[in-house]
């Protein structure tokens, strides 16, 4: 299987569209698309997608209905840390404080925040 960052931006609009759906065919993937492309080229990309192991399908009667073969959580981390390597050459502590620099972060953000580094520095997870 491919990683996640390997992805086209229309491959991850695919995926999150089935992320959010749970399961969908390519009919209603293409309906939830933004500029959608035609129904063949979103059939193609579903099949692409396949091929790199991100999407299996079911099959219902003569449609196919999609479903995201690789987990959104795991997915998030590849394309976390592949951001992170990106513009953060690597540094996670780079990401979070531009992150944190962006966004203006309620007071129970923060403690949750200020508890995740807490454990962190005393090595739990």
Do not use: C, W
Request: overall charge positive; proline content about 5%.
């Amino acid at each position: 299987m491919t990683a996640p960052e390997s992805l086209s931006r229309r491959e991850r609009q695919i995926m999150d569209v089935l992320y959010a759906r749970g399961s969908a065919t390519a009919a209603e993937v293409r309906e939830a698309l933004p500029d959608p492309p035609s129904y063949s080229a979103v059939r193609a990309l579903l099949r692409i997608l396949e091929e790199k192991g991100h999407v299996r399908h079911n099959q219902d009667g003569p449609r196919y209905v999609y479903l995201p073969q690789v987990s959104r959580e795991r997915a998030r981390k590849s394309a976390l840390r592949r951001l992170v390597s990106t513009f953060f050459e690597g540094s996670a502590a780079q990401a979070a404080a531009a992150l944190i620099g962006t966004e203006r972060l309620s007071k129970a953000d923060l403690e949750r925040l200020s508890s995740i580094i807490e454990k962190a520095r005393r090595g739990e997870e």
